[in-house]
């Protein structure tokens, strides 16, 4: 089975930071990655498939990079709606999430 | 508008079973895999089964296996995951979610299962 591990777990920044999570894969999934946001009692929302593609309505400020093992999210410039849990997913073999991080307000 | 509604959760005894459901609208249904993921209380996300558009192929987590079932009734829009043997680690939101180059693009507001004595 894949494994995904984020770092950080948690993440306190301040509205107009820019913010960047990792996402390593315990092995090699190519480019097969995706990043989703979570906010509180919702369901999670697509932002960023195919490790770099953004998905249709997600704000630009959304970056997603890297292929193989390691990966990363990064806001360009934290909004007030940013603030909340992001996980990467693989689906190179079947789906793994990662822990998720929590990006909160510093 | 694309839209997938779960229902059918509660609350179970551990070793018992539940089936919830998941009613999709919007989109053609048959067209397209599904997923069921779960959300543990506090807890992050884990997929836990898959089922292709004409229902032949189905995967599942391990942590699942031999215990759950998922199926779809695809004249109905409508998707199932049948529970057996729960446990209390079983406690979770359950979310479906549709399928789309591989990626969870839509996703319902998920139903709650609740495994207690």
Known sequence: DIQMTQSPSTLSASVGDRVTITCRASQSINSWLAWYQQKPGKAPKLLIY??????????????????GTEFTLTISSLEPDDFAIYYCQQYDSLWTFGQGTKVEIK | EVQLVESGGGLVQPGGSLRISCAASGFTFMSYEMNWVRQAPGKGLEWISYISGGGETTYYAD???GRFTVSRDNAKNSLF?????????????????????NCLDVWGKGTTVTVSS
Do not use: H
Not at chain 1, 52 to 67: I, N, T
């Open chain 1, 50 to 67: 195919k490790a770099s593609s953004l998905e249709s309505g997600v704000p630009s400020r959304f970056r997603g990079s890297g292929s």
């Open chain 2, 63 to 65: 942590s699942v296996k």
């Open chain 2, 81 to 101: 995951l049948e529970m057996k043997s729960l446990r209390a680690d079983d406690t979770a939101l359950y979310f479906c979610a549709k399928v789309e180059d």
